[in-house]
């Protein structure tokens, strides 16, 4: 995800020339993508030609679209060091896997931006497993908590009409404030609670849809007192820490991969 340029009042967080983006992360600080083209702070990777099954089979290598924020593009960080593609690299070739067609995080975006330009691009891209990681912004914008909890219920229910529930996968937000440059985009102790606040609401609207859920929260809060978790920009998470949600969300999606649609997911709840 990425961070988002401040205002006067409540703007998003801004790290050295990037934005924060519903998951954080630095458009500026992005590599190229190989075999694909970036576009507006976004990767896309060209994919199979063949059409996508609407129930793909337990061992086809799905097409993996992720959806997000800085932190979702990854801001700060290598290509191969973004979430998305350590998932799919410790999945390895042999099926069941995903293969990641497109990253569409960009940074400063709101669980508004996703709906107007990101959930549009699903009908080209045919997404067959799709990840969902977004509300820092949300929470730096001051975006009401009912208009958050609205917009997550439009998103997923948009991701419904395309994939059985099995094969979507909704993800908690980092807490940003413990990392050396976190108190420049609001007082701390309240900007910490909205963040748990908004974890809550996607726990609850995945929950209610039969979604899984995975919660990193707790891993990111390591963060302030093990510097090597924050990436140079002072404020997005590290390779290493991605490293470790990778390590928490692989379980759950080998088990989504080897279900079949239909079968009921497990979830991680979030912290209270």
Not at 26 to 48: F, M
Not at 168 to 177: E, G, H, M, Q, R
Request: glycine fraction near 6%.
């Amino acid at each position: 995800m990425v961070l988002e340029k401040p205002t006067t009042s409540t703007a998003a967080l801004t790290g050295a020339s990037c934005w924060l983006v519903v998951s954080l992360s630095l458009a500026a600080c992005r590599p190229p993508d190989s075999g694909g083209a970036t576009r507006g702070g976004r990767a896309t990777t060209s994919g199979s030609s063949s059409a996508a099954s609407p129930s793909p089979r337990p061992t086809d290598r799905l097409r993996y679209v992720a959806l997000g924020d800085s932190y979702t593009i990854g801001t700060s960080v290598a290509e191969t060091h973004r979430w998305p593609n350590q998932l799919v690299a410790r999945l390895g070739a042999e099926p069941p896997t995903l293969e990641l067609v497109a990253n569409l995080g960009v940074t400063g975006y709101t669980s508004r931006d996703v709906i107007e330009r990101e959930l549009p691009e699903l009908a080209a891209l045919r997404p067959e497993f799709v990840t969902l990681l977004i509300g820092v912004n949300d929470v730096v914008q001051a975006v009401p908590s009912a208009t958050y909890e609205k917009n997550v219920e439009e998103i997923l229910g948009v991701l419904l009409d395309r994939l059985p529930p099995e094969r979507i996968l909704a993800v908690s937000t980092p807490d940003y404030t413990v990392t050396p440059r976190g108190a420049a985009y609001g007082d701390p102790k309240v900007q910490s609670a909205a963040i748990r606040r908004n974890n809550r609401i996607l726990a609850a609207v995945a929950d209610r849809n039969g979604i899984p859920f995975v919660d990193i929260h707790d891993i990111s809060l390591q963060a302030k007192d093990q510097r090597s978790l924050v990436a140079r920009d002072g404020l997005h998470p590290s390779g290493e820490q991605y490293a470790l949600w990778v390590q928490r969300l692989l379980p759950m999606v080998e088990e989504l991969l080897r279900a079949s649609p239909g079968a009921a997911p497990r979830r991680s709840a979030p912290e209270v």
